[in-house]
């Protein structure tokens, strides 16, 4: 349990940093004034001011903020301080400030996914494990052990390359060169469309010729280019992917069920420490990247409910009523906490009778 709770702060803290970093240098850097930079909520442990600015510890580690000169109407500020207020700024300044936030969540991602290519991952090797009965494989003649090198004239070093190639075929004849006893043998083979489920349960269609990989992995090193580009393409996957989920929850394919809290990322980063330092940097990115995306969710009370209000000004012109603002906030901040809540429940359910003891066990002494 004290693992699991030491990863889950480290893991907040990082990404809380992050976003607020974002809110932070985008504000230093338009002029505006910085009273307040706090990693988490609540009482303060420690501070330091400096300059105008006040660096905070705070206790609850489930969030952070930066609380900006002029940030509230009613403040009342000089001539000198009101030029330097966020809400004095134009609309275009005030937009950056607040995107700035989720795209260092979506930095941090970029970043930890370079290294850690970088640095290199496990991956598969080509060489196959299983066939299915009846499959273009098993037909065409490829074997157990066989290890797949070219397929329509293209190199494949690693189980992925197979992959995509064989669902970008169409269906059209593969001519697949493989190593077999120490020899090099060509066979064709005509991927069949067949069907299976996705990430989200759903049943589609693609080309597949029905092999799985045997579990052989080599470490793969990407020199500094190379990484930096597999970074950007790994998080546009997995901002596409959430994107996806938050619609097909809304449609009723998946499972509000599936959301948790922090008792279940305190889990899972645990679990991840356990694995190594690289899985839970991982882990780290995919959590930092679907923080950036529900922050841009268009939700009074979130970084995009904010943005919402500010490119309804850039279009029309004026302000969104404060009246308006205010009670949106409300009524976001109450949806905010019904949401907590739920997600709490879950994480709740999710744990059994015996982990339920530790923690009273825990708690009590």
């Not at 469309?193 to 759903?202: D, I, P, R, S």
């Not at 694995?275 to 529900?294: D, K, Q, R």
Request: charge should be neutral; aromatic fraction near 6%.
């Amino acid at each position: 349990m004290v693992n699991n709770i030491v990863s889950v702060v480290v893991l907040l803290g990082v990404l809380i940093f992050a976003h607020e970093l974002g809110h932070f240098l985008m504000a230093k850097r338009s002029g505006v004034g910085v009273l307040k930079f706090s990693l988490g909520f609540g009482p303060k442990i420690i501070g330091k001011k400096i300059g105008e600015t006040e660096y905070l510890l705070s206790l609850i580690p489930l969030g952070g903020y930066v609380k900006l000169l002029g940030e509230a109407p009613e403040e009342g500020l000089s001539e000198e301080d009101s030029r330097r207020s966020f809400l004095n700024q134009p609309v275009l300044k005030r937009i950056a400030i607040v995107a700035a936030g989720p795209l260092f969540n979506m930095l941090l991602a970029l970043l930890i996914f370079t290294v850690v290519n970088m640095a290199g991952i496990p991956v598969l090797t080509t060489e196959v494990g299983g066939l299915q009965p009846g499959s273009a494989a098993a037909e065409a003649g490829l074997r157990e052990g066989d290890i797949l090198v070219d397929i329509a004239g293209t190199a494949v070093k690693k189980w992925d390359d197979i992959s995509e190639i064989v669902s970008a075929s169409g269906g059209s004849p593969l001519r697949i060169t493989v190593q077999r006893g120490g020899t090099s043998q060509e066979v064709t083979v005509t991927p069949k469309l067949t069907t299976g489920a996705n990430v989200f349960g759903e049943t589609v269609a693609a080309y597949k010729i029905g092999i799985s990989p045997a579990p052989r992995t080599f470490v793969e090193r990407l020199n500094p280019v190379a990484a930096f580009w597999a970074g950007l393409k790994q998080t546009g996957t997995i901002c596409r992917l959430t994107v996806v989920s938050i619609v097909k929850m809304f449609q009723g394919v998946v499972s509000p069920k599936t959301l948790g809290g922090p008792i279940l990322i305190a889990q899972i980063a645990g679990a991840q420490v356990r694995e190594g330092i690289i899985p839970f940097v991982l882990f780290m990115a995919l959590l930092s990247i679907n923080l950036a995306v529900l922050n841009l969710l268009p939700i009074p009370i979130l970084d995009g409910g904010h943005l919402l209000f500010y490119l309804i000004e850039l279009v029309t012109g004026r302000e969104v009523n404060i009246r308006w603002r205010e009670m949106a906030q409300q009524i976001g901040f109450v949806l905010l906490a019904l949401l907590m809540l739920f997600v709490f429940v879950l994480d709740i359910g999710r744990l059994n009778i015996e982990v339920i003891d530790r923690i009273i066990k825990y708690v009590t002494g």
